[in-house]
């Protein structure tokens, strides 16, 4: 076998490539943009890099075929409550049906972050965002969200046997749009909207700057202390904004606020994957052009959930019924969306799991974040349940 740095234009096509070979004739595989995968790895792009980074190789056999790759990472921001030390990540993992190959993979990411001080891997993950290309696909084999990890089922067997243990499970709860509320969310709702003073709004992508703010407000009070991190600055949020602007449909985006204040944010958007797959890969002009064209025509006909919450003081008040019942009557009646499938949520967060099921949906996959700690003998656990 072959294993060569990846540090040009070939090999980073061949980075690209591998994962197509391997993958494609998987029911439901769609091809990622090739974009999305390269500005993971482009230091001008990722701002993970500039407190940490990573190194990535691809594989081949003794006759040239490309037969895995993988990539490893230091990100000096992650850690997980209760870590015992600094811990690394493996990602973007393909690999033959063959266990010597990948412990191959496996040992060679294991050596690099072993010799920059690290006590473990976590994988597969990304170099960033926890909502891109995190988590291996162990249930729901079907047709990946929009940067969602997708894997032929032996490469279960792969983490586990080399050692790999369950870290957590991210589970995925899918309904179909017009699946009827439960009553109870209903009596809550009326209870909130009895009171002036709160409100519930889609967004305008005329006021980009008054949603990006709200949208600051409602996750630096809910998830920036929990996940250990800093606040997200105002400038962060918005930029945030722009770039999901084209994709933006306004009437799936919900804030809900007391006094003018944000309190909550339900943010939905319209599934990105079911364009890319039609684009083999590319998102040139001609690319761009069918997209825009599909979009205007309601080609997509599913929704996805990517982000919830309310702020700590309004909690258990019924407001999170409150922006579901609002956005609700506006998605059932007023769009041409037919499914909705919510983003992972973490099975070590069991209220925001209640909540999904409490709304109606079910567990549609499951994505599954393995640790492997390099001491054999070291005491492990499994991801802290929050809220406890």
Request: charged share 25%; with cysteine.
């Amino acid at each position: 076998m072959q294993l060569t740095i990846v540090n040009n234009e070939q090999t980073a096509r061949q980075f690209l490539d591998v994962h197509i070979a391997l993958n494609k004739d998987v029911p439901g595989y769609i091809r990622p943009l090739d974009k999305d995968i390269n500005q993971v790895f482009d230091p001008k792009q990722n701002k993970a890099f500039r407190h940490g980074e990573c190194i990535r190789w691809v594989l081949q056999d003794e006759k040239g075929s490309l037969i895995g790759r993988i990539a490893a990472f230091v990100n000096k921001k992650y850690k997980s409550k209760g870590d015992p030390g600094l811990i690394g990540g493996v990602g973007f993992f393909d690999c033959i049906n063959d266990q010597d190959t990948a412990n191959y993979l496996f040992d060679t990411a294991k050596k690099w972050l072993e010799e920059r001080g690290i006590i473990g891997m976590d994988g597969p993950i990304n170099f960033g965002e926890r909502n891109n290309w995190w988590g291996l696909l162990t249930e729901g084999f079907k047709e990946p969200m929009y940067c969602m990890n997708f894997n032929p089922p032996y490469y279960i067997q792969l983490f586990e046997n080399y050692g790999f243990k369950l870290f957590f499970n991210q589970i995925c709860y899918s309904m179909a749009v017009s699946e009827e509320l439960q009553p109870k969310f209903y009596d809550r709702h009326k209870a909130i909207a009895a009171d002036p003073n709160y409100r519930a709004e889609h967004i305008s992508k005329k006021d980009l700057n008054k949603y990006a703010d709200a949208f600051c407000t409602v996750y630096n009070k809910a998830w920036a202390k929990h996940a250990g991190g800093k606040d997200m600055p105002k400038a962060q949020a918005l930029a945030l904004f722009k770039q999901m602007k084209p994709l933006l449909d306004e009437k799936v985006a919900w804030f809900a606020f007391y006094k003018d204040e944000p309190i909550a944010i339900w943010l939905n958007l319209p599934d990105l994957n079911q364009y890319i797959k039609l684009m083999d890969g590319k998102f040139g002009l001609l690319q761009k052009l069918k997209f825009l064209w599909l979009k205007n025509t309601g080609y997509c006909k599913k929704i996805v959930g990517i982000i919830f919450g309310v702020v700590p003081d309004f909690q258990g008040k019924g407001v999170d019924s409150y922006i579901i019942v609002e956005g609700a009557n506006i998605i059932q009646h007023h769009t041409k969306y037919i499914d909705y499938e919510m983003q992972w949520v973490g099975d070590f967060n069991p209220k925001m799991m209640n909540v999904c099921e409490n709304l109606g949906a079910v567990p549609s996959r499951k994505l599954t974040t393995y640790r492997y700690l390099f001491d054999r003998n070291a005491p492990y656990e499994r991801h802290p349940i929050i809220g406890l």
